[in-house]
Structures are given as C-alpha cells and as structure tokens.
C-alpha cells in the first residue's frame, strides 16, 4: 500500500477524509525508475499521472530534432496529468536524473479524485495552468530559436552561391590576367601599326560589351559555329583554337570579321592577336561575374536588413509584397527544386502600419508550413505540380494576404485546431505546434486583424486580414 503519510502532505490529497485516502492508498501503483531509463514518450498514450517520493526526473520535449529541456520534478511533485485530463498524447517525455520511485494514479481515479475533492480539482488547475505558461514561454523561444536556425540556413545558403563564384572568378582572374600580360608583350615586342592598333582597339571594346552577357544560341547551333571557328582557326595556325573559337562565338564574330582580323595582323601576328584578345574577353567576363555576385550579395544584405527591421522603430510603415518576397528569399534554399511560386500581387497596394519583422515571421512560418504540405513524395520530395501562390488585395481599410498551396489539404477533423498551441500535425521533434499560435497572436493581438483558412484537396488557403492603420499605437 502506498504511503498514507506522504500522499497526506500533497496538496492535491491534503483535504481528502481519512476514509477517501486510505482507499486512494488501496488503488494508486508504486513504482521504481532507474536513472537514465524513460518513463513515456512524447507523443505515447497517457493512462497515469504520477507522484515522485524521492528522486528526480526531467521533462524533455523534441523540437527540430534537439531536445529541450522543460522542467524537472522532485519529491512531493505532481506530472503527467495534462494527457489524462485532456485525452491526449503525452506533449513531453519523462526521463529518470536519478533512481525514483513514485506513486502512479490511473485516468479515471484522477478525474473521481477531482470530483470528490473541491481542493484536489483547485490544486490540479494551479499546477496544470502553471505548467501550460512555463511551458508554452519555453516552447516559444525555442520556436524562434528554430526559425532563426531555418533564416540562418537560408542565407548562409543564399550567400554561398556568390560568394563561391565572387572567390572562383578571383582565381581565375589572377591567371587569365597574366596570361593577358604574357601575349601583349608579344605584341609589343612584334610592333603594331596605327591601324592594327585601331582595329584591334574596337574588338577590345566589343570584347567588354559581349562579356556582360553571352548570346542566346541554340546548343546545336552553337556546337556548330564553334567547330567551324576551330577549323578555320586551325588552318592559319592559332594555338589553342578550340579555346579561341568559343570565345569568338561568344563576340559573335561574322566570317567578315575573321577575313578583316586576318588581312590586318596577316598569318604571323594573327595568333597572338586572337589569343590576347581571348584574354581580354575572359578578363571582362570574370568582372562581370565579380559585379554580379558582389551585386548579390549586397541584395540579400539589403533584404536580409529589410526583413529584420534593424535600426528601425517598432512600428513601420510597411510594404506587403515587399516582405512576402524578402521571406521568399530567406526561405528560397527550401523552394528551388521542384515548387513553382505564383505572385498575384494588387498593383498600387498602400503600405500599412506593421509591426515589420514579427509580420515577416507570420510569413514565414505560412510559408514554411506550406512549403512542407507539399512535400509530401517519397524522401521529402515536392508533389507533381507543387504550386505556391502568393496574393494581395485591398477590401476598403484592409490588405488581405493570400499563401495558398496545392498540396494534400488539411483534414476536416484537423482543422478546427490548427491554431491551438502545441497541436501539430507533424512527427514528432519537427514541430512545436506552436508556430500558427504564434502567428495568429501577432495577427490578431498586435495588429488586430485575423487569419481564415480554407482546406480541401489540392487547394488550401490562409488569409491573413491585416487594417491599414492601427489604432491606438
């Protein structure tokens, strides 16, 4: 039989006749954990809530496959009673610090317990309310701290493509121009008269204009041109033909321009002119490709700044569209293989009160969620078609936000749900249930508006209602 003078000291047993106890005594289980070994699961059926005597355990949860850490519970101390009094699945696993034994209580004595007892249901709603705040305060920030490894990953993402090609095109430059240097001293030392050095002065100017962007020709038309350069770049002697040859299919040279360069420069200076002027061509090309990627890399710190709000007030004045594409970027290292993005954005859409970066986490986490509804092939694949679709309108004082996906939909039963913290649809440590909750109070609570949703097969939308001005800021 349990301890009767121990469970007489839980508040939660305190007030109980001596009567009611010695049969709670009769009824409860005691039992011995081992440090290190699992009560529950998180996500497991809960059938017994329980009372530690000695020892300690830990209240972990699964969130984006780490654990946290959400409490620990010592002698005298009650858990596991959130699953049996709202039938449903255990939200967090219990593990032993230390050896403990407790004492179990099944569902449907708990639930006779707090009826039979005004001071055990009192107890039991101070513990469980308690509970639910430190909780959800902990899962919170542990949401953010999530959504700031997904940003984080999106532009270390987004900024590694330029980087890489602005760190590739560095080290080609540095060899092309040498090789650059190398054939005009070549031509230096093979002197060039005054028109050589007019004609060859034009090519080099139409060198730096075809290298800000390569002609659009068709890849078997373009094989074929190179292979008649090259023969025709082989017959005069021109050292490294096939490397010439692309390069004057890249400067779109007629066969006019080839009978002019051979005619001025003759067969003996030919070969170093075409070979300079590659080099030159190349130069320019690798610049262009420096200026794109360092003009890259300036956007996405520019939208990176914009999403953020850094060094701006609270409050803004904030452009929609803008920040639906500003989170497209972030979140573009998840979209680029295999879901197509649609924007039907209203021209001339005014700018609202927001508060600008929490707005862009309701954007986020839409997004995000929709993005993960249509990967739903095998391995994570996105579905055939996987659509995104992003909307604006205007319905007099309010701009209404469209994120509409094509995936499997969400399931009637589901859905009255969505919005309650911890509820989640997804496997257990992929989610907290916490980012649509999260989302719905800054819509809601901080720029009191509203988000609808609509679900069925192959269409489900969220509509984020937002006023243009919001009063009493």
Same mark, same amino acid.
């Given at each position: 039989?349990?301890?009767?003078?121990?469970?007489?000291?839980?508040?939660?047993?305190?007030?109980?006749?001596?009567?009611?106890?010695?049969?709670?005594?009769?009824?409860?289980?005691?039992?011995?954990?081992?440090?290190?070994?699992?009560?529950?699961?998180?996500?497991?059926?809960?059938?017994?809530?329980?009372?530690?005597?000695?020892?300690?355990?830990?209240?972990?949860?699964?969130?984006?496959?780490?654990?946290?850490?959400?409490?620990?519970?010592?002698?005298?101390?009650?858990?596991?009673?959130?699953?049996?009094?709202?039938?449903?699945?255990?939200?967090?696993?219990?593990?032993?610090?230390?050896?403990?034994?407790?004492?179990?209580?099944?569902?449907?004595?708990?639930?006779?317990?707090?009826?039979?007892?005004?001071?055990?249901?009192?107890?039991?709603?101070?513990?469980?309310?308690?509970?639910?705040?430190?909780?959800?305060?902990?899962?919170?920030?542990?949401?953010?701290?999530?959504?700031?490894?997904?940003?984080?990953?999106?532009?270390?993402?987004?900024?590694?493509?330029?980087?890489?090609?602005?760190?590739?095109?560095?080290?080609?430059?540095?060899?092309?121009?040498?090789?650059?240097?190398?054939?005009?001293?070549?031509?230096?030392?093979?002197? +060039?008269?005054?028109?050589?050095?007019?004609?060859?002065?034009?090519?080099?100017?139409?060198?730096?204009?075809?290298?800000?962007?390569?002609?659009?020709?068709?890849?078997?038309?373009?094989?074929?041109?190179?292979?008649?350069?090259?023969?025709?770049?082989?017959?005069?002697?021109?050292?490294?033909?096939?490397?010439?040859?692309?390069?004057?299919?890249?400067?779109?040279?007629?066969?006019?321009?080839?009978?002019?360069?051979?005619?001025?420069?003759?067969?003996?200076?030919?070969?170093?002119?075409?070979?300079?002027?590659?080099?030159?061509?190349?130069?320019?090309?690798? +610049?262009?490709?420096?200026?794109?990627?360092?003009?890259?890399?300036?956007?996405?710190?520019?939208?990176?700044?914009?999403?953020?709000?850094?060094?701006?007030?609270?409050?803004?004045?904030?452009?929609?569209?803008?920040?639906?594409?500003?989170?497209?970027?972030?979140?573009?290292?998840?979209?680029?293989?295999?879901?197509?993005?649609?924007?039907?954005?209203?021209?001339?859409?005014?700018?609202?009160?927001?508060?600008?970066?929490?707005?862009?986490?309701?954007?986020?986490?839409?997004?995000?969620?929709?993005?993960?509804?249509?990967?739903?092939?095998?391995?994570?694949?996105?579905?055939?078609?996987?659509?995104?679709?992003?909307?604006?309108?205007?319905?007099?004082?309010?701009?209404?936000?469209?994120?509409?996906?094509?995936?499997?939909?969400?399931?009637?039963?589901? +859905?009255?749900?969505?919005?309650?913290?911890?509820?989640?649809?997804?496997?257990?440590?992929?989610?907290?249930?916490?980012?649509?909750?999260?989302?719905?109070?800054?819509?809601?609570?901080?720029?009191?508006?509203?988000?609808?949703?609509?679900?069925?097969?192959?269409?489900?939308?969220?509509?984020?209602?937002?006023?243009?001005?919001?009063?009493?800021?």
């Amino acid at each position: 039989m349990a301890n009767y003078d121990f469970l007489r000291k839980i508040p939660l047993f305190s007030s109980l006749s001596d009567e009611d106890l010695s049969s709670l005594c009769q009824i409860v289980r005691e039992f011995h954990l081992p440090a290190g070994k699992v009560l529950f699961e998180e996500g497991s059926v809960g059938e017994m809530a329980y009372i530690i005597e000695n020892g300690e355990v830990e209240i972990i949860k699964l969130s984006q496959k780490r654990e946290i850490l959400l409490a620990k519970r010592g002698p005298g101390e009650v858990f596991g009673e959130i699953a049996l009094l709202f039938d449903s699945p255990r939200t967090a696993t219990v593990r032993a610090r230390t050896d403990t034994d407790m004492i179990g209580i099944g569902r449907e004595d708990l639930r006779d317990l707090l009826q039979i007892s005004p001071s055990a249901a009192a107890s039991m709603f101070d513990i469980v309310l308690s509970r639910w705040q430190n909780t959800q305060n902990l899962l919170r920030q542990s949401e953010k701290m999530a959504q700031l490894g997904t940003f984080t990953a999106g532009i270390a993402h987004e900024l590694n493509n330029p980087a890489a090609a602005v760190q590739r095109s560095t080290a080609q430059l540095e060899t092309t121009i040498f090789d650059s240097a190398r054939t005009f001293m070549q031509l230096v030392r093979q002197g +060039l008269t005054d028109e050589q050095q007019t004609t060859l002065e034009y090519f080099v100017h139409r060198a730096q204009d075809k290298a800000r962007a390569m002609p659009q020709l068709d890849p078997l038309a373009r094989s074929d041109r190179e292979a008649e350069l090259e023969e025709w770049l082989e017959e005069r002697g021109v050292e490294e033909a096939w490397d010439c040859a692309t390069t004057l299919v890249n400067l779109e040279f007629s066969n006019d321009d080839l009978e002019r360069l051979a005619a001025t420069y003759g067969q003996a200076k030919l070969s170093v002119v075409l070979n300079w002027l590659n080099n030159n061509y190349t130069i320019f090309n690798l +610049l262009a490709e420096l200026q794109q990627g360092a003009q890259r890399i300036s956007a996405i710190v520019k939208a990176l700044k914009s999403y953020t709000y850094l060094d701006q007030a609270d409050i803004v004045r904030y452009n929609v569209a803008e920040g639906l594409e500003n989170t497209l970027l972030i979140l573009r290292h998840k979209l680029k293989s295999g879901i197509k993005i649609m924007r039907e954005y209203a021209p001339n859409l005014p700018q609202i009160d927001a508060h600008g970066s929490e707005l862009n986490q309701v954007w986020t986490n839409l997004i995000d969620n929709a993005v993960d509804a249509l990967r739903n092939g095998p391995d994570g694949a996105p579905q055939p078609d996987a659509t995104l679709t992003l909307r604006t309108r205007q319905e007099g004082k309010w701009i209404i936000v469209t994120v509409e996906d094509n995936g499997p939909g969400i399931p009637p039963d589901v +859905l009255p749900r969505i919005f309650d913290a911890f509820y989640t649809t997804k496997p257990v440590g992929q989610g907290t249930g916490l980012g649509l909750d999260i989302s719905y109070n800054i819509v809601v609570r901080k720029h009191f508006g509203d988000i609808r949703v609509k679900s069925e097969p192959g269409k489900t939308q969220f509509e984020v209602w937002l006023p243009q001005e919001l009063e009493g800021e």
